[in-house]
């Protein structure tokens, strides 16, 4: 058996995901390691192992803004960067987290971004909902949002409603299926 596709994968392959070949390679992997060292910080903050003074001065004032959403919203962390598989689908995603909002369960994908297409990501958590739901069928997920970490500190929560997404998503897997098939 073939190794399952990737959430990130499908959605490129059928272009739901914004292509970057016009973004200058240093700009586009400064960015790259921007969102890979403020995941490395949250997912420490969260298993309680992240020594602040080694933390990044990358990471620093998005690990700030994501205390804040911590502490504002009073969100609790279930797990951290976790693997999901949709059994019936047949594909793989690596979700950022699964927690407490609102006294419901949410999954949650962390941005570093200043300007944010929601399209994309709303795709990527809707399968991500959609195979977490199929693995935990007696723990639901009802809420998917974005969290997107600023430069100064700061954050925006985009709370994103799964029934807008989940039909485009589950398209592409067919269409990415289909083409695959060929």
């Known amino acids: 058996m073939s190794a399952l596709p990737s959430v990130t994968h499908i959605l ?21 390691l921007r969102g890979t060292v403020v995941h490395e910080a949250i997912e420490a903050h969260a298993y309680g192992y992240l020594d602040e003074a080694t933390l ?4 620093a004032p998005y690990l700030d803004g994501y205390k804040k ?6 969100h609790e962390p279930i797990a951290t960067e976790i693997e999901v598989i949709h059994p019936s689908w047949g594909y793989i995603g690596h979700l950022d987290r699964v927690g407490w909002l609102i006294g419901k369960r949410a999954i ?6 200043e300007s944010l297409d929601l ?64």
């Open 119 to 182: 399209k994309p990501a709303g795709y990527q958590l809707a399968l991500y909902r959609l195979a977490w739901n199929a693995q935990h069928p007696d723990q639901p997920v009802d809420v998917i949002g974005v969290l997107q970490l600023k430069s100064d500190g700061t954050y925006r929560f985009h709370d994103l409603n799964p029934a807008v997404y989940e039909q485009v998503a589950l398209a592409a897997v067919i269409v990415y299926r289909a083409r695959k098939e060929r």
């Open 12 to 32: 490129k392959e059928v272009g739901l995901v914004p292509e970057f070949d016009f973004v200058d390679p240093v700009t586009l992997e400064a960015a790259c």
């Open 56 to 59: 990044s001065p990358i990471a």
């Open 69 to 74: 959403f911590l502490s504002e919203s009073g």
């Open 108 to 113: 949650l994908d962390f941005k570093t971004p």
